[in-house]
């Protein structure tokens, strides 16, 4: 952009012409009354610099970081799921689950994408924050919205508005018995994941996201 600065603001410091920090001025030309007319306009360096930063952070290099995240993801939440799924699935699912083996097959497998997914997702969020609440919360999330969806409403339960009685009235003891058992799942799962994830950054096995 142009800007007009009378000749007698500039100290003895800074002169016309002189590099600064973000920008390079210079006169193009001056008005009649004497009036520099000062052209500022963004280093070359800086904007260099920009270009190679979002080069770096989309660059196949971290592609690749990406696609080791999803398949570290993958495993850890996968392995780490299995256990505590077929308890809930095979010994404690009652009467909502009536396929209790095939159903911890599909749960573990569900749960191995899901646990991929946050995993790059993860990687994106955290970057090289040490900030140890931006993980925690990021994990938080991905809990709490895998508890909510796999919550089964109770035949009991009446609609509009949705009652299913005691102790809560929207949710019962049948539901917040499900609530738990997946919170369980969920924190094994999400939990694995980010664990290994942060194995992975210190070893320096997969960079952080720039």
């Excluded at 009991?156 to 738990?180: D, E, I, K, R, V």
């Amino acid at each position: 952009f142009i800007a007009s600065i009378p000749s007698e603001l500039f100290s003895p410091k800074l002169t016309v012409g002189q590099r600064q920090p973000n920008f390079i001025p210079f006169i193009s030309k001056r008005r009649p009354d004497g009036t520099p007319l000062i052209i500022l306009r963004a280093s070359e360096s800086e904007d260099q610099e920009t270009s190679s930063d979002d080069d770096e952070k989309f660059s196949f290099g971290q592609r690749i970081e990406s696609t080791k995240t999803g398949i570290v993801g993958l495993f850890a939440g996968g392995i780490a799921l299995a256990p505590f799924s077929a308890v809930h699935d095979i010994f404690l699912g009652g009467d909502e689950i009536r396929n209790g083996v095939a159903q911890w097959e599909f749960d573990t497998d569900m749960g191995s994408i899901e646990a991929a997914l946050f995993a790059i997702v993860y990687r994106y969020c955290v970057r090289k924050d040490a900030n140890p609440m931006l993980n925690m919360g990021v994990i938080g999330a991905f809990i709490l919205v895998r508890v909510l969806s796999k919550i089964q409403v109770s035949t009991s339960c009446l609609a509009a508005p949705l009652t299913c009685g005691a102790p809560l009235g929207y949710f019962n003891y049948n539901m917040l018995n499900q609530a738990f058992l997946t919170g369980i799942e969920s924190i094994a799962l999400f939990g694995g994941a980010a664990y290994a994830m942060d194995f992975c950054f210190n070893k320096k096995l997969i960079s952080k996201f720039p």
